[in-house]
């Protein structure tokens, strides 16, 4: 899909301006340049109690450069691209990466490794214009009455709001690479407090959206989801400390599948820091784990044809049938550990890192329900809380908020409990994948069970 003229002329704009500044980094005498200037255009409003609470339209111009000189690196930012401003921070990042300690890793890819072609992925909505600030305050307006309305213990409203965003990018590499990209998103939020008499308060929040204003929930629909969200973990309390199988839905398995993201980036494998840095060609899952990375999914909430130092992208299958097939790595990591790198730079013109992309399990055949028959006592997951993951040693414990399974049923709200196991026994021990995959966010995954973990409680 081509994009509308006025995207063509914006990019086109960044184009020229990037050219100049690579000419005149050249006569700074920098070896190589990697430079990204971002267009952006937002629009934000929130509502609380029927009223408008915050309206607010920014636009915006930035800069990331990152620039090495015989084996020096010096990255600035800026969002004054004034040529009065601009001049001195380019004569000043060339003096700082001269002054920088050397590092052998630094050298850019070869020029025979930068994409030169990349599929259309359908990122960009030329209609999210029309969502102008009468129409999001309205949808934000009817989400919220949606939420108040839907049950009578829902008391308070936490507000709702709606939001969207226009991005135009342009990474240009003195290695020859030209690469840009347009982008929109779009979403639509509530969140309200329930209470009863007996139960105490309790929230409940929800969010609809993705790159295309036809991605949106009606507003009522993400009203009434907040509020069910709210009413159903009324009366939540403890369970008895013990072990039982637990049921991640498919938000809180997304949080799991995190996890391991962190533990596949090639800084922390080639620093030793997560603890399957050794892992290579073994089985760290159930045969039941296929966890991929693809960056060339259609409207994918991290897709990109190119990564950040302009090398072509492509899908990986990160762990097969329970077995480490590779990781994720920039030019830097890949070189330390003496591997290829995967086009999953992250940070392009700036602090260049590795990086996920769309990274998800891999749906199963079964539907979510089916994950609790057979359960004669357990816990279905509904949300985590914290952040209690060691990547060195996979050690996981987390709050969560959820529901108890009996006899493969779901009974009563849990909450104020903590979960825990080490992330490789937990991934061995997964034991049934469902097949409610949606990809909303970039780290997804669709409902799972894990034979067993240590649940404390009362």
């Given at each position: ?65 990152r620039l090495v000189c015989g084996g020096r690196v010096a990255t600035v930012t800026s969002s004054d691209l004034r040529p009065v401003a601009l001049s001195p921070l380019l004569a ?143 009366g939540a309390a403890p369970i008895a400390t013990g072990v039982y199988p637990v049921v991640f839905s498919a938000e809180a398995a997304a949080g799991v599948i995190g996890l391991v ?198």
């Amino acid at each position: 899909m081509s994009l509308p003229r006025g995207s063509q002329v914006l990019l086109a704009g960044l184009q020229r301006r990037a050219t100049q500044i690579l000419g005149e980094l050249r006569g700074l005498g920098a070896e190589h340049a990697e430079l990204r200037l971002e267009h952006g255009q937002s629009l934000t409003v929130s509502v609380r109690d029927g009223a408008l609470e915050q309206l607010a339209e920014a636009q915006s111009l930035s800069l990331s450069l990152r620039l090495v000189c015989g084996g020096r690196v010096a990255t600035v930012t800026s969002s004054d691209l004034r040529p009065v401003a601009l001049s001195p921070l380019l004569a000043r990042a060339a003096e700082l990466a001269r002054l920088a300690e050397e590092d052998p890793q630094a050298e850019p890819p070869s020029p025979r490794l930068l994409a030169r072609r990349w599929p259309e992925l359908d990122l960009f909505d030329a209609t999210i214009r029309r969502l102008g600030a009468d129409r999001a305050i309205r949808l934000a307006l009817l989400a919220e009455a949606a939420a108040m309305q839907a049950d009578p213990r829902v008391r308070s409203s936490g507000g709702a709001g709606c939001s969207r965003t226009v991005s135009h990018a342009l990474l240009v590499t003195s290695g020859g690479f030209v690469g840009n990209f347009a982008g929109t998103r779009v979403g639509l939020r509530a969140q309200v407090v329930a209470e009863d008499a007996t139960s105490g308060r309790r929230s409940g929040h929800y969010w609809s959206g993705g790159r295309h204003l036809a991605s949106l929930d009606p507003p009522e629909a993400v009203g009434r989801e907040a509020a069910s969200r709210a009413v159903r973990s009324l009366g939540a309390a403890p369970i008895a400390t013990g072990v039982y199988p637990v049921v991640f839905s498919a938000e809180a398995a997304a949080g799991v599948i995190g996890l391991v993201s962190q533990c596949l980036l090639g800084d922390a494998v080639a620093r030793q820091r997560s603890y399957l840095a050794r892992r290579l060609g073994t089985r760290v899952a159930s045969p039941l784990v296929t966890i991929v990375d693809d960056p060339l999914r259609a409207r994918g909430p991290a897709s990109r044809g190119f990564d950040g130092e302009g090398l072509a992208t492509r899908r990986r299958v990160l762990v097969r049938r329970g077995e480490l097939q590779g990781f994720l790595l920039d030019t830097a990591s890949a070189r330390r550990l003496d591997l290829p790198p995967t086009g999953s730079a992250g940070g392009g013109g700036g602090l260049v890192h590795p990086s996920a992309s769309n990274f998800y399990l891999q749906p199963g055949r079964r539907g979510p329900r089916a994950l609790l028959a057979g359960v004669r006592r357990g816990l279905f997951v509904r949300a985590t809380l914290g952040f209690g993951f060691d990547p060195g040693t996979g050690h996981f414990s987390r709050g969560v908020e959820g529901v108890l399974i009996e006899d493969g049923q779901l009974t009563r709200p849990v909450a104020e409990v903590t979960i825990s196991r080490n992330l490789d026994e937990l991934l061995q021990g997964i034991d049934a994948v469902a097949n409610d995959f949606e990809l909303r966010t970039a780290i997804a995954s669709p409902s799972f069970r894990v034979d067993a973990m240590t649940v404390a409680g009362r």
